[in-house]
């Protein structure tokens, strides 16, 4: 049977490629185009599609080095560094964020005509098409395989075509006689870029914090429904490693049974929860009689001093 880790990895491999492929001829089109127009809200879309495409490198690195087996060290796997991907990501955003509302503030200090506006026009609209087919892409794979990280850098992509859009924008207002609604244009796009920082960046730390969506724990608790036997489900706990589940559960199951009905249930409950959430890679399933059910019980009692123990620490 196939790792299906190893088959999302390579299907995320895929993905990234083609969007760092497709958006750096975006940008190094758009960036010849600068150099003949001088364009700052331009300049400030190449910035971000670069900035867009760049962000594929250490998702490919995360992508490829999580298909490598668990060491002792590593013993869960490299699927963290999805996760640690999405902060270089987080990075790259910020850093084009801030380059872009530098040039745009420093355009307004030194003004400079834009040239062939209609040729400013067509870049903006070739960045917004490029930037909307990449991030139709990355969202609908990164959701198919429960990669945050790649389904954040789709939402990335798809604000980088509404700033696409925004060059347009900024040629209408010069052609109308404003030219100042290029650095403009060049401030908002920036502020847009930092907008989407924020959104990525509260996904990212969610998941280096091991926060999960709530309704996870519910499709748990209405698998483990399914299984006949189980009588409580006392505690789950979940965590996601890159685009990967992993779940940890206490099931309560009648005293009287013997260890291998327990074992058989457990089974089942396994079989369940990977039936009711394809994003799950392993669940740890720890069988409680209804005697000793819950958290409580499982705590190391600790051991009580012997007289005179006390007066020996003086």
Not at 142 to 164: C, N
Request: hydrophobic share 45%.
């Amino acid at each position: 049977m196939t790792d299906p880790v190893l088959i999302t990895s390579r299907r995320g491999i895929r993905v990234v490629l083609w969007s760092f492929g497709c958006l750096m001829a975006t940008a190094l089109l758009q960036l010849v185009i600068v150099g003949y127009t001088g364009s700052i809200a331009l300049f400030s879309d190449t910035l971000h599609n670069f900035g867009d495409a760049l962000t594929a490198i250490p998702l490919y690195v995360a992508f490829r080095l999580s298909t490598r087996p668990p060491t002792p060290r590593y013993s869960y796997g490299y699927g963290r560094l999805e996760d640690l991907a999405g902060l270089v990501i987080l990075a790259v955003i910020l850093a084009s964020a801030l380059l872009a509302i530098y040039e745009s503030i420093n355009r307004f200090l030194h003004p400079q005509p834009v040239s062939y506006i209609w040729a400013v026009a067509a870049a903006g609209l070739i960045g917004m098409l490029g930037n909307e087919l990449v991030a139709r892409y990355r969202i609908r794979e990164g959701k198919a395989i429960g990669s945050e990280a790649l389904v954040a850098d789709g939402q990335h992509a798809r604000i980088d075509a509404l700033t696409s859009l925004g060059v347009l924008v900024g040629v209408i207002g010069i052609w109308a006689g404003f030219p100042l609604a290029d650095p403009v244009i060049g401030l908002v796009i920036g502020g847009m870029i930092i907008l989407v920082a924020w959104n990525t960046g509260k996904s990212v730390f969610s998941r280096l914090m091991d926060g999960v969506d709530p309704s996870i724990i519910s499709e748990i608790e209405h698998a483990v429904s399914h299984v006949d036997g189980v009588r409580d489900l006392s505690e789950v706990r979940v965590r996601w490693l890159g685009h990967r589940l992993v779940a940890e559960l206490n099931i309560t199951v009648d005293s009287q049974i013997s260890v291998e009905d327990g074992h058989e249930i457990a089974m089942e409950v396994q079989h369940q929860l990977l039936g009711h959430l394809p994003y799950l890679n392993a669940a740890t399933i720890h069988v409680d009689p209804a005697t000793a059910s819950g958290e409580s019980f499982h705590h190391v009692q600790a051991i009580p001093e012997s007289p005179g123990t006390e007066e020996k620490r003086e």
